[in-house]
T-cell receptor
Framework: ETGVTQSPTHLIKTRGQQVTLRCSSQ?????VSWYQQALGQGPQFIFQ???????GRGNFPPRFSGLQFPNYSSELNVNALELDDSALYLC??????????FGNGTRLTVT | GQNIDQPTEMTATEGAIVQINCTYQ??????LFWYQQHAGEAPTFLSY????GLEEKGRFSSFLSRSKGYSYLLLKELQMKDSASYLC???????????????FGKGTKLSVIP
């Protein structure tokens, strides 16, 4: 069984730039969620995708957007990067009602 | 809204037992989860409680009291590899169409010492 994989592992961007993070869900999982984890904090819910539609969103501005593809993989896009966007971005997949399975995350640094 | 509190740090001795508490205030409740996160790694699922009582899984147990908004994670026979952050997370009201949002606490960093 293949777990959740994310790419890239690390990324450095400049304030104002745009970034795309990628996630392949665990085999058989149809729901993908994205979380932002700042240093020393718990993960914060960004949004969730189910059958290619966003069906839940946390308290994040519209410059955070995403996609889910027919194979259930997903992308997180962040426009107009700010210094506070520096964090670990975690992707998690699940099958309805089951516990979330997290990937190892993408460490984003905005300078 | 959701508010989840857990201690920031704890230290315990190898071979001992440690209890990590979590209190929550939520507008809806549909389960409480515990995750373990080693530094630089992904959170991994440990346990799930939706009804009151104790769930045991090997060296790990988790307890829930919904009326008190309280849970704890109990780790027995501590090993050095148990040094990690432990995250308490609450699932809110199920909103359909697979919607599944967790609200996490800030995590408790556990250090196991010889």
């Amino acid at each position: 069984e293949t777990g959740v994989t994310q790419s890239p592992t690390h990324l450095i961007k400049t304030r104002g730039q745009q970034v795309t993070l990628r996630c392949s869900s665990q085999s058989g999982h149809n729901t993908v969620s994205w979380y932002q984890q700042a240093l020393g904090q718990g993960p914060q819910f960004i949004f969730q995708y189910y059958r290619e539609e966003e069906n839940g969103r946390g308290n994040f501005p519209p410059r955070f957007s995403g996609l889910q593809f027919p194979n259930y993989s997903s992308e997180l896009n962040v426009n107009a990067l700010e210094l506070d966007d520096s964090a670990l971005y975690l992707c998690a997949s699940s099958l309805e009602g089951s516990p979330l399975h997290f990937g190892n995350g993408t460490r984003l640094t905005v300078t | 809204g959701q508010n989840i509190d857990q201690p920031t740090e704890m230290t315990a001795t190898e071979g001992a037992i440690v209890q990590i508490n979590c209190t929550y205030q939520t507008s809806g409740f549909n389960g409480l989860f515990w995750y373990q996160q080693h530094a630089g790694e992904a959170p991994t699922f440990l346990s799930y409680n939706v009804l009151d009582g104790l769930e045991e899984k090997g060296r790990f147990s988790s307890f829930l009291s919904r009326s008190k908004g309280y849970s704890y994670l109990l780790l027995k026979e501590l090993q050095m590899k148990d040094s990690a952050s432990y995250l308490c997370a609450v699932r809110g009201v199920y909103s359909g169409a697979g919607s599944y949002q967790l609200t996490f606490g800030k995590g408790t960093k556990l250090s196991v010492i010889p």
